[in-house]
Each structure stands twice: as structure tokens, then as C-alpha cells.
């Protein structure tokens, strides 16, 4: 007997509903992003001021923040049906960690911001730098408990939900940071 | 010999790529067209999406869906990168 090929639906690794989500998110934060270079093209001069304000250090250091973080949560599915529950475990521990580190940083750039007396009403590229940056932190927020709730209840398919969903958060800033921080 | 896993090695390669965009942002300052630099940071960041889609996400085990991800990703980043050189072209 011939073993029937896996359907499109079943080669999509992990659960549909999350990918329904992840790239629900990339559409959100893809029209944003589109919405801001839009804008810019009425003022680059002033977008390229207001840009000169942002701390790229801050923000490339970020960058690898997330993406050691995602290669973490990505190595605990693999620890996880390897069975080894522990190190899936800590792996799991250490990205939020490294998500809470994210936000440390991302604070501290909000605190700079407020302390130049710079907020969302400042121009419209500040509006548009705190609606994106300040919605993709949310979702950090989101994955740091999301994370600790499946290294709690670490069945692989919670693992590969949670991480899904963690790499979803580190896909959207690998967007995110070259358009808001880079592009001048 | 060491080896490392194809999924190291996409932590390595994506932190390459991160430090080459940073780097690419930086030349603007040494008088570097910021129309070259751009379109450099944006198809470094492509590349960084479409490794996370296939060894973070796992489409590498899904070859039509890396496809579809990645051609919608790449019109996508094209659109990005015509709204941003379209001041530059007026």
C-alpha cells in the first residue's frame, strides 16, 4: 500500500490556529510599517530629524536580544522531543529572561525619549515610533508569560505553540527595526 | 571536528546579518548614498525574515509554504523599498 503524501495544511508545522495568528500580526504591523513610510514621503527631511533622536545602539543590541532569544526557544522544542524536559526547561527560562532584557532596554529608550521631552505628539514620526514600538513590546509581554506558562506545562505541542509565537514576536521587530531606526 | 546544527548556524548567520545592517546604516555617515544604504538594510533584513520563517519557524519542512512566505516577504520588503526611495525619485 502507498502512504499518501501529507496535505498543504498537514506539512504547515505546529498548530494552524497560530499561524492564522502569526500571520494575522505580520499583516497589522506590515500595514503600519507601510502607513509610516507613506507619511514620510510627505516630510523625509523631518522624518530623518526626528530619526536622529533614536538610540540605534540601543535598538541593534535589541536585535540580537531577540533573535538568541528565539534561537533559545526554537533549541527547547528540539530539547523537548529529544525528551530532554530540563533543558527544554531552562531554555525556555533564559528566552523569557531575555525578552524581560529586551523591555529593560526598550524602557530605558522611553525614558531617554521622555527626558528630551519627546512624545507621541512631537511629529509623526514619534506617533508612529511609539504605536509600533510600544505595540510590539506589548506583544513581548505576551510572549514572556506565554513562555513561562509552556516551560510549566511543557508538552511538545505547548513548546511549539509558545515558541511559534515568540518567533512571531522576533520576525516582526527583524521588520520593524530597519524601517523605524535605519532608514534614514 | 565540531559541527554545529542547522539551527545554530541560523542564530550565527542572523547575528552576521544584524551586524552587517547596523554597519550598512553606519556608511551613511562616511557619505554613502543613503538610497544604496537603504536598499542594502532592507534586503539584509529579507534575508533575516526568510531564516527565521524556515529554521526558527520550521518551513524548512515545508517547502510551498516557505515559498509562499517568502515571495509574499520579498514583494512586501519591494513595496517598503519603493515607498522609501520614491522621495528620494520626485
Redesign the interface.
Known sequence: MTQQPPS?LE????DLLMWVL?ISELLIF?AG??AF??M??AD?AGFAEAQAHLD?TGA?LN??VL??S??L???AL?WRKAARRRAARYALAAAAALGVLFLVIKGMEYADKAALGINWETHSFFMFYYMLTGFHAAHVVAGILLLLLVAWRDSVENIELG??FW??V??VW??L???I???? | MVTT?P??R??II??FL?LL??L??EL?ETGVD?RI??SL??A??LF??RL??S?????C??P??RRGFNLTLTF?CL??LG??L???LS
Open positions: 498543504l506539512e504547515l508545522p505546529g502569526i506590515g510599517l507601510i513610510l507613506a514620510r514621503m523625509p540605534r541593534a536585535t540580537v533573535i538568541s528565539g534561537y526557544a526554537a533549541q528540539h515558541a511559534a518567533h512571531m522576533d520576525l527583524v521588520l527595526f530597519p524601517v531606526y535605519l532608514l534614514v | 546544527s539551527l545554530s541560523a542564530w542572523l547575528i544584524s545592517s547596523a550598512a546604516a551613511v543613503t544604504t537603504g538594510v532592507l539584509l533584513s533575516k525574515a527565521i520563517l529554521r526558527y519557524l520550521g518551513l519542512d515545508a510551498a509554504w512586501f513595496g517598503l515607498l522609501y520614491a522621495p528620494s
